[in-house]
C-alpha cells in the first residue's frame, strides 16, 4: 500500500530531485507504518522498496532513473559505512561487560554458518541468471555483512558476536577474495551471459520492427537508414555470443577510431563550455546542464 501511495504522488509530478527524495521517504514510511501495525518494519521496508522499483518505469522519466540510481549508490555505500563504524564504537564498551573469550568459538560458528548458508544461495543454479558456478563462487564468497537491532535480549552477546563475525568475513573472506579470483580464473573483461545476450537481442527485435513500422507509416528515409543498421549491430553482437564466438569486431580499428574521435569532440566541446564559464558568458545551472548531456554522450562510447 505505501508503495502503491508513493507511486502514484511520484508519477503526478516531474521535479527530478523531490522524486529521488520520495523514493527514500517510500522505504522509511514502509518501516514506520509497519511498526506501528505490529509487525516487521524491515520487512515493510522492503516490499514498499520492491513495489516502488517494479514500477518505476512508469513512475520515473529516463533522466531521474539515472539520477536516482547514482544517488542511491552513494547513498547505500554512507550507510553502510555508518553501519559499521556505529557497530564498532560499541565494541570496547560491550568488550568490558561480557567476557570474550567463551564467545569466541560461538562466533565463528555463527561466521561458518552464515558463509555456509551464503555459498548455498549461491550456488543454487537457479539462484542465478545465466551465471557459471565460477561467478556463483565469488558472489557467495563475497557476502561479507552484519548488523542487529537496539533493542533485543542479550544484546551485549550478540552484538559481541555480531562483531566478530564481520571481523571473519572482512578479514578471512575479504583477503581471500582476490586470490579465488585469480584460481578461477575469471575473464577481466565482462562478456555477456547467455540469458542478457537473449534479453539484448530480443530488444534490439522489437526496435527493428517498430522501425519497420515507422517507415510504413512514412518515416524519412535518412534515419531510418541510421537507425535500422544501429540496431542490426547490437542484434548481430547477440547472436554472435548466442553463437558460442567471440564478440564481434566491435574492437574493428574503424569503430576503435570513431570512440577515440568521439572523445575528442566531447572534449573540445566541453573545453569551449568552460571556456564561456570562465568568460562570464553563461550561468552556472546551464553550465551543469549541458555538462551532463555531454557526460552522457561520453558514457555511451564503448570502452577500448
Known amino acids: 500500500a505505501v508503495g502503491w501511495l508513493f507511486t502514484q504522488v511520484i508519477r503526478r509530478q516531474s521535479n527530478e530531485a523531490l522524486s529521488i527524495l520520495l523514493s527514500v521517504l517510500t522505504a522509511y514510511a514502509g518501516y514506520i507504518v509497519a511498526e506501528e501495525a505490529d509487525v516487521s518494519g524491515v520487512l515493510g521496508a522492503v516490499f514498499s522498496g520492491l513495489y516502488s522499483g517494479w514500477y518505476a518505469h512508469t513512475a520515473l522519466d529516463a533522466g531521474t532513473r539515472l539520477s536516482a540510481v547514482a544517488f542511491w549508490q552513494v547513498m547505500v555505500l554512507g550507510l553502510e559505512g555508518m553501519l559499521f563504524i556505529l557497530l564498532g564504537l560499541q565494541a570496547p564498551q560491550v568488550a568490558e561487560e561480557v567476557h570474550v573469550a567463551p564467545l569466541v568459538a560461538q ?10 548458508v551464503r555459498m548455498a544461495f ?4 537457479a539462484a542465478r541468471f545465466g551465471d557459471t558456478w565460477r561467478e556463483r563462487v565469488v558472489v557467495g564468497w563475497a557476502g561479507m555483512r552484519g548488523a542487529i537491532p537496539l533493542e533485543v535480549d542479550e544484546r551485549p552477546e550478540i552484538l559481541l558476536i555480531t562483531f566478530l563475525v564481520i571481523l571473519v568475513t572482512l578479514l578471512g573472506q575479504g583477503l581471500t577474495l582476490a586470490p579465488l579470483l585469480r584460481w578461477l580464473r575469471l575473464q577481466g573483461e565482462e562478456r555477456w551471459s547467455p540469458d542478457e545476450a537473449t534479453a539484448r537481442l530480443e530488444t534490439a527485435q522489437a526496435a527493428l520492427d517498430r522501425l ?13 537508414r541510421r537507425l535500422r543498421e544501429l540496431y542490426r549491430g547490437r542484434f548481430a553482437l547477440c547472436v554472435a555470443i548466442l553463437g558460442g564466438g567471440d564478440l564481434p569486431e ?14 575528442e569532440l566531447l572534449a573540445a566541446e566541453r573545453a569551449a563550455l568552460l571556456g564561456l564559464r570562465n568568460d ?10 549541458i555538462e551532463r548531456d555531454l557526460d552522457l554522450d561520453e558514457a555511451r562510447i564503448r570502452p577500448e
Open 107 to 116: 562466533a565463528l560458528l555463527v561466521g561458518l554458518v552464515v558463509i555456509a
Open 122 to 125: 549461491a550456488l543454487v543454479p
Open 212 to 224: 519497420e513500422e515507422l517507415e510504413d507509416e512514412g518515416a524519412a528515409g535518412e534515419p531510418v
Open 250 to 263: 566491435d574492437g574493428r580499428p574503424e569503430l576503435k577510431e570513431y570512440g577515440a574521435m568521439r572523445r
Open 280 to 289: 562570464g558568458k553563461i550561468r552556472g545551472d546551464m553550465v551543469r546542464k
